[in-house]
């Protein structure tokens, strides 16, 4: 009797584990800019930061393992402002598994410039929707909604919706919080900018083709990659007319960052005949990457 209830208890924490990971996420804390000697607090701040993205459960679904949203935070810490605060960049970064293919494809690739945080060694990270306890959770969290988000948005229509509300709601509770990146007014590419993006219907284009490009092109190519090349070939008259309206962007950049290797590769194969067009195009909308998207007519 007692053997049945301890394996029931097991399986119990095993699923109650299982559940409270929708992340796969790698930490790594870079400190080489430090004058400190003394690294301790760094490799506890790494594990911290790693058990609070990866142990709290973000999202209302049941995830499985396999389908864990794989990312990276990289934080640089630039600048020691006190015994506990710190100034930083972080790289955000996540991907999504192809269907029926060992291939992920990038979803975000964001370089942030703007956290000031402290951090507290032994002290509990901690989070709360409904306000900013602390900002190095906040920018955490926000930028794991963020990552969400964008992932749903490539499985079903506009499906993350609710996670890039949560990023905006953190955006509002942040409006006090040291450094830069909360406020509208904070630049030009800002945290701020980025989820009213996200939010805005005049970019609802680009979330529709987040979805197409991903469930109607990538996921299909594993099968008939014609099929798939042609559904993402379709989408770019779609993102030329909002490149037009909406020039320079934040969230077109965003988005070409992610996919613009992704392309040269879909189009390296595609039919000689409709290659230059399929250049002139990507080069209109993302001109910073023209020189790459060249490369598509030197490959058969």
Known sequence: MIKKYTLISIFLLLALFSKAQDLNCKVQIITQQLATTDKSIFIEMEKSIFEFINNTKWTTDIIQINERIECNLIINVKEQLGIDEFKATAQIQSSRPIYNTSYNSTMFNYMDEDWIFKYIINQPLEFNENDARSNLTSLIAYYVYIMVGLDYDSYSLFGGTTYFQKARQIVNNAQTQPGKGWKAFDGTRNRFILVDNLLDNNFKPLRETNYKYHRL?????????????????ELLPKLLKLARERPNSMLLNIFFSAKSD?????????????????IQTLSDIDPGNSNKYQQISKSN
Do not use: L, P, T, Y
């Open 217 to 233: 092109g990538m996921d299909v190519m594993s099968q008939n990659v014609e099929n798939g090349r042609e559904e993402i070939k």
């Open 262 to 278: 992704e392309f040269v590769n879909i189009f390296s194969r595609a039919v000689q005949s409709d290659k230059q067009a399929i």
